[in-house]
């Protein structure tokens, strides 16, 4: 899939209450820690969200936690499971990339593409991805929240994927 960076904000309010969280959980650092994240906090966001556990040597994703939303937009639980060749097949490399992307750079990663899962029609999707570590310095869990977006967005075709810039219109 190719990926064109694009200077439009993320069209889903529930991305941007996802975004705006993060950053309020920052404080003065990087990134937050798991333990700055109180799900008590955003209880309308969390049936978009994932949690991935970040594994090193080799770099492994697996998934620690999945929303309802999520579940049923994909029709699959995938909790427990690593992003591997099993779970995605020939799409693995495109999934990869955000998740390799967030951790390496340590900063969000937003994405909107067309999506296609098992037994479902080809979907609107909008990604956002934000990292979570102990330190500054390595990411240790990866929050990510999931939405189907309506057709009244900029799309980009199927082989091609919108990477946003998280930052627009942020809560100062």
Known sequence: MERISI?????SPKLRQLRDYWLEACGDRRMPSRRDIDPISIPHLLPNITLIDVV???????YRLIGTAITELT???ATGRWLD???YGE?????LWTFQT???????VAVRQKAQF???DWLLVEVLLV????????????????VAVDEDVKQPSQDIGYILDWRLDAAS
């Not at 990292?131 to 999931?146: C, H, K, Q, R």
Request: charged fraction near 35%.
């Open 85 to 87: 060749s099993k779970l």
């Open 102 to 108: 967030c951790t390496e750079n340590r900063e969000p």
């Open 56 to 62: 090193r040597d080799p770099l492994r994703f697996r």
């Open 75 to 77: 029709g699959r639980d």
């Open 91 to 95: 799409n693995l490399d495109e999934m």
């Open 131 to 146: 990292p979570m570590g102990t330190s500054d310095e390595a990411v240790d869990v990866i929050m990510s929240g999931l």
């Open 7 to 11: 200077q439009e904000p993320l069209a």
């Open 118 to 120: 098992p037994d479902r």
